[in-house]
């Protein structure tokens, strides 16, 4: 029993409490750092050659599970102990204070006063009923009040007690909310192209929907950096009798039906090109090689001897970049432009048709986490509310009223009131 005892000391304390903090934010910049949920021969490739502080490789990441950190056994088991620890704190610290400061105190004697932080005392005549006075006054300047014989209890800013509990609750349902998503979400990016669509199934509210898009548009800033990303959606629904059209910015998800469509990424993903006199669409893919956001593709040209050019683009505005790849001579072809004769060949560009990269998430968790986030930003606001107590004795012996008062914040604000009530009670 003692050791048990001991047990929950240590982890209630708030040193305990700090140092998970420190480890799960730690582990949280590892798991940012290294790259998550890719197969072994990834791991093994890349820490292999390039271990980790010089000693982590791929087999030790893949060991000590650095590869799905938030998923990771020792990850979950911190947030299961931090959960334990904030409970345990709110049944041994707070729960007992706030219980604690519903009871009225009552000061019978006026030694007591002097261990309070602030004091005052005056004398009064026989006939004076300053007790009830004093009760009534305090209620008007909105104090709670408990009337004794001959002693008054009064107290203020009783809610901000209650803030440091809130806050444990809602950092815990953060941290179950967060575990819980770490195995419910689902995540899943789609490149789609203006006029395509895709169906969508929340298995969670097990509801259908379509999605379309109808244009994707891409902002640059005056030196052509990409400034944002735009994508125009059609949501329709026969089961659930909708037709919308929402947009989707970078930054500006959309909420569908428990999903969130974000706007993550752009790609060129088709070229409709003449070629004498005659209509292609060529599908392009991404050439890293070549630099970032570069899509190309390898086409033969030339009516009698036909050469192989890399056609490449970098920008859905064009131009195209004509590539041969024997001696790495290079021509540009502009958008709707007169033909360029490529190899005996008339090579026109007619349309860059750009594709709108979409994430698309079904994340259970989110309404845990959204409502913890509320109860810790209310339970930190009330916190700063402080807690007043005020205690009024008369000794009928010596006809002395002593006042005496306690706050937990802002003593010096206090301290004020304090000085001005005291006034008022001798003056009343």
Known sequence: MIIFKNLILKISSLRFAISLIIFIAISSGIGTFIPQGNNKKFY????????????????????????????????????????????????????????????????KNEKKFSNLQLTSSFQINEDEDLISKADLLLKKKGWKTYKFKSNISARRGLIGKIGPLVVHIGLIVLLIGSAYGSFTSQSKEQFLLPGESLDLINESTNSKANVKLIDFSIERESDGIPKQFISKLDFSSADLQLNEIKTAK???????????????????????????????????KEIPEIGNQVWGVLVELGPDTKKNFLLTLNNENGPLKVSNIENFSENI???????????SSKLSLRKIIPSSGLIIKN?????????????????????????????????????NLSVGGLSNKNLVGFKKEFLKLSEEIKNN
């Open 44 to 107: 093994i490739d890349i820490f292999n050659n390039a271990p980790i502080f010089g000693f982590l490789n791929g087999e030790n990441v893949l060991k000590l599970q650095l590869d799905h950190v938030y998923t990771s056994f020792w990850f979950l088991f911190a947030l299961i102990l931090l959960c334990v620890s904030l409970a345990a704190c709110s049944f041994r610290r707070q729960i007992p204070s706030l219980k604690a400061s519903l009871k009225w105190i009552e000061y």
């Open 250 to 284: 970078v930054n500006h998800p959309i909420r569908f039906k428990g999903l969130t469509i974000y706007q993550a990424d752009w790609a060129i993903s088709n070229v409709v090109l003449e070629i004498d006199n005659i209509l292609y669409q060529l599908k392009l």
């Open 333 to 343: 072809l502009y958008l709707n432009e007169e033909p360029l004769e490529v190899n």
């Open 363 to 399: 994340d259970p968790s989110i309404p845990f986490i959204y409502f913890s986030f509320i109860l810790i930003i209310f339970g930190t606001i009330i916190s700063l509310i402080p807690t007043n107590q005020l205690w009024i004795h008369l000794n009928k012996e010596s006809k």
